[in-house]
């Protein structure tokens, strides 16, 4: 799958000097590696530009270095321009799954909470942060409840096998299938329309009989979900349809993986 952050490798020993004679000026976080080789510049949702150095790297060449590529990092930057405005707290929240629409109410307390009642989550909280990571866990609750079922009811109905099911939040797949016969499902698979995920779980129960992208698996899909290109598109813009509230927590550094 497509990386979704824009990267770029730099072979620092041939780079020509710049004729760039406007000056650009960019925020960076910078990282010394002891295993990079060359210069890399990465522009990531919610953190920006990171730029990695190899050990000995002259620093003072990394100006330079910025001002070469510095109409790549603004389209980046653009790119990703909305995740680096400051996080709010979402008032609605739409889970296309299950086609539901949630509104949510915030209340200032000691005791960090949230209820819900039907469509309504109440949260009480002292800080944003605690707000935002209460509504991260309800959203991993609520797809565990939703796609291990689906998953099951699609097998039964297909006439697939597999041997244990995971809920995940990945950064970069939707879902996975091991050759042990575990499927891997992407908890932000609850901002997707239904077919689209009924049709990626076809495509991780195939994998237990096709464990690659052969003709014959894409055949067996087809048999199964015959708009599958259609669901394949929707899926590779699929990250468009997650909120930054839920994205933001993936990017964290030192997140622990769940
Ligand atoms: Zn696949």
């Known amino acids: 799958m497509a990386s979704y952050a824009g990267l770029i490798m730099l072979q620092h020993k041939r780079a020509a000097i710049s004729l760039n004679l406007t000056k650009q000026s960019?925020?960076?976080?910078?990282?010394?590696?002891k295993r990079a080789r060359h210069v890399r510049l990465a522009v990531k949702p919610f953190v920006g530009l990171e730029v990695v150095i190899p050990k000995r790297f002259p620093r003072h060449q990394i100006d330079r270095i910025l001002q070469q590529h510095g109409d790549w990092i603004t389209k980046q930057l653009q790119l990703h321009a909305t995740s680096f405005n400051p996080l709010q707290l979402p008032g609605q929240i739409r889970l296309r799954l299950t086609g539901q629409d949630i509104?949510?109410?915030?209340?200032?307390?000691?005791?960090?909470?949230?209820?819900?009642s039907g469509q309504l989550l109440t949260i009480s909280h002292?800080?944003?942060?605690?707000?935002?990571?209460?509504?991260?866990?309800?959203?991993?609750?609520?797809?565990?409840q939703q796609l291990a079922p689906r998953l099951q009811a699609l097998a039964d109905e297909l006439g697939f096998s597999y041997q244990r099911v995971s809920i995940r939040s990945q950064k970069s797949r939707w879902g996975s299938?091991?050759?042990?016969?575990?499927?891997?499902?992407?908890?932000?698979?609850?901002?997707?329309?239904a077919d689209t995920v009924r049709y990626l779980i076809i495509h991780e129960l195939c994998h237990t009989r096709q464990l690659n992208h052969s003709t014959a698996f894409w055949q067996l899909v087809a048999g199964c979900c015959p708009d599958y290109q259609t669901h394949e598109q929707i899926l590779n813009r699929g990250r468009d349809l997650v909120p930054d509230w839920?994205?933001?927590?993936?990017?964290?550094p030192n997140r622990s993986s769940p």
């Open 246 to 252: 839920f994205l933001h927590s993936l990017y964290q």
């Open 103 to 116: 509104t949510v109410n915030y209340h200032h307390s000691q005791q960090p909470q949230l209820q819900q």
């Open 177 to 193: 299938c091991s050759s042990r016969g575990t499927i891997s499902l992407n908890d932000q698979l609850m901002f997707l329309p």
């Open 26 to 33: 960019f925020d960076y976080s910078l990282r010394v590696s």
């Open 126 to 144: 002292q800080q944003q942060e605690q707000a935002l990571e209460l509504l991260r866990q309800w959203l991993r609750q609520q797809a565990r």
